[in-house]
Nanobody
Framework: QVQLVESGGGLVQAGGSLRLSCAAS????????MGWYRQAPGKQRELVVG???????NYADSVKGRFTISRDNAKNTVNLQMNSLKPEDTAVYYC?????????????????WGQGTQVTVSS
């Protein structure tokens, strides 16, 4: 089993910054793509940014130039630095990872979600 634990959410004024962190733990053989999604009230969950194990990134247009993703493959962590925050960035942010786990019968690849962390940006 794999757990993704997020931290770093909170309340910030528009124009401010927050840093989200996500740590993966468990019977991890390897982690492929990792990313951050968000879901605002009444809206569908959307991709904020993804990053491959090789460091290739894919940002949503709405956050390009303001958010920066980074990952540490040795520590199984991914971070999201959010600058110039806007009220429309308010949402629950979820960490996501494609993880290959070690099992008694071999290895298995599955997708995992964190529990989510609230980010609120006041105007």
């Amino acid at each position: 089993q794999v757990q993704l634990v997020e931290s770093g959410g909170g309340l910030v004024q528009a124009g401010g910054s927050l840093r989200l962190s996500c740590a993966a733990s468990g019977s991890i053989f390897s982690i492929q793509a990792m990313g951050w999604y968000r879901q605002a009230p009444g809206k569908q969950r959307e991709l904020v940014v993804g990053i491959t194990s090789g460091g290739r990134t894919n940002y949503a247009d709405s956050v390009k130039g303001r958010f920066t993703i980074s990952r540490d493959n040795a520590k199984n962590t991914v971070n999201l630095q959010m600058n110039s925050l806007k009220p429309e960035d308010t949402a629950v942010y979820y960490c996501n990872a494609d993880v290959t786990t070690s099992q008694a019968i071999g290895i298995k690849r599955s997708n995992y979600w964190g529990q989510g962390t609230q980010v609120t940006v006041s105007s």
